[in-house]
């Protein structure tokens, strides 16, 4: 054994200071211990959404990001595709130590419901996939909560699909409660279809089942664009018609880009009492300049570097003006659950009743979801991507019908947690000289 050193000593202080509030739910709030927590993030997937690419598995990546991420102010990001059989475990130890959270969509382009095709991609399979990546990034305490699904209902006529948005949702929920020590909370990323988004909230937070309820919810908004503000952009309304819901609401992706050189002016109303009482914040599309021009650095063609553009200094400078709100904000401590939503032809066709787990896909709740397979080796059948691409509209959605690849990567390895018992028992050392230390320190 190695004798005990003052720097080992400090790097298990360090290790402690670091620890982070896990987040909970509370009434239509988040909470960070016994304090409300706001939202205030960026979604974040070099390559963009739609690409099979994990940016959490590579370590020189966070460290030329996250150093960004703080100097921008956030402290949440939100992640699209994640290879669950990589090793994560240095990212999101940099991100806990940065003081920021995850939240993270279980689903990959090539991993998902197929909003046309709902039924033969709900399986064993596929949820294997999901369960496992819930396995692997329950391990962190910055892990703020998953997205069951993004956008698979995103136009008037595809509403069935919801289903089993709501089926993945309540499985998900299940095998948490299930297997896990602590509860992770878990939603959806709804698109702006002014036709039933309402819809699709109540639906998510209706019914006598509460594990098929929806932990919280949130949807992707552009519609507050150049100069306008809280009434012109129709804000005012969005809050008016959540005011009685239950559950925790927030923008998963905000950032009109129409016209260029966003302002960012929505921040103020965000974070403010007009807002706070239903809303708990957002994030703003996205990170890195891709195709669609959203982006607010652009990255070295290398990977080395990032280039800070106009709208990253505007949005810094709006986040640095906007202080946190105050006190608990005027949640709701208690509510209902919402009335689910009549079914009509043509508007609204989700059934209440939701289909039952696969049969072979319920061993995963004793026995846990296994070894992770993988972005490529999972095979779920035919999917369908919930996510940006540059030919879709400021809030559309892209589709791909391509099937789970072959391929593996090493498992996920979680760091290993040192605590300061745990040196002081391994160091061979004076008790003079620990208490000399600890002084010190």
């Known amino acids: 054994m190695r004798a005990c050193t003052l720097a080992t000593l400090a790097a298990a202080f360090a290790s402690t200071a670091m620890a982070i509030d896990t987040i909970s739910v509370k009434g239509n709030a988040f909470f960070a211990g016994d304090k409300r927590f706001y939202i205030r993030g960026v979604d974040y997937q070099p390559g963009g959404a739609s690409e099979v690419q994990d940016p959490l598995a590579d370590a020189a990546n966070c460290k030329r990001d996250i150093p960004v991420f703080k100097e921008l102010g956030i402290n949440t990001i939100r992640i699209y595709t994640v290879d669950n059989s990589a090793d994560h475990s240095e990212c999101m130890k940099e991100l806990e130590a940065a003081g920021i959270y995850l939240i993270l969509d279980v689903n990959t382009p090539l991993i998902s419901i197929n909003r046309d095709d709902p039924e033969s991609t709900y399986n064993a399979a596929y949820l294997q996939h999901v369960f496992a990546t819930i396995d692997v990034f329950s391990k962190y305490d910055n892990t703020l909560g998953f997205f069951s699904a993004n956008e698979v209902v995103n136009a008037p006529n595809n509403t069935a699909a919801a289903t089993y948005v709501k089926a993945v949702t ?7 409660k299930k297997r896990l020590n602590r509860a992770i909370p878990v939603g959806y990323s709804a698109a702006d279809v002014e036709e039933n988004r309402k819809e699709m909230a109540a639906y998510l937070n209706c019914g006598d089942d509460e594990l098929a309820r929806s932990d919280f919810f949130a949807f992707n908004d552009y519609s507050w664009c150049g100069k306008s503000d809280f009434k012109t952009s129709g804000w005012d309304k969005k809050v008016d018609t959540y005011k009685d819901y239950s559950i925790p609401l927030f923008l998963s992706e905000f950032g009109c880009i129409d016209p260029p050189g966003r302002r960012f002016d929505e921040v103020e109303a965000m974070y403010s009492d007009k807002m706070t009482s239903v809303f708990s914040g957002g994030l703003v599309y996205e990170y890195s300049l891709e195709p669609n021009n959203y982006g607010l650095v652009e990255i070295s063609d290398d990977g080395k570097s990032v280039k800070k553009l106009k709208d990253f200094n505007s949005l810094k400078s709006k986040y640095s003006s906007v202080k946190m709100p105050s006190g608990d904000g005027g949640y709701k ?18 059934e209440n009743d939701l289909p039952p787990m696969p049969s072979d896909a319920k061993k995963y709740l004793e026995q846990g979801a296994g070894t992770p397979k993988g972005i490529k080796t999972s095979t779920a059948g035919a999917s369908t991507s919930k996510s940006k691409s540059s030919s879709s509209s400021s809030s559309g959605s892209s589709t791909s019908d391509s099937a789970a690849a072959s391929g593996s990567s090493a498992p996920d390895s979680a760091a290993a947690s040192m605590s300061l018992s745990s040196v002081m028992f391994s160091c061979v050392v004076g008790a003079s000289t620990i208490a000399a230390a600890m002084f010190a320190l």
């Open 333 to 350: 401590k208690s509510g209902k659950p919402s009335t689910c939503p009549s079914k009509s032809k043509g508007k609204w066709e989700a």
């Open 170 to 176: 309540r499985d998900m929920r299940t095998y948490i």
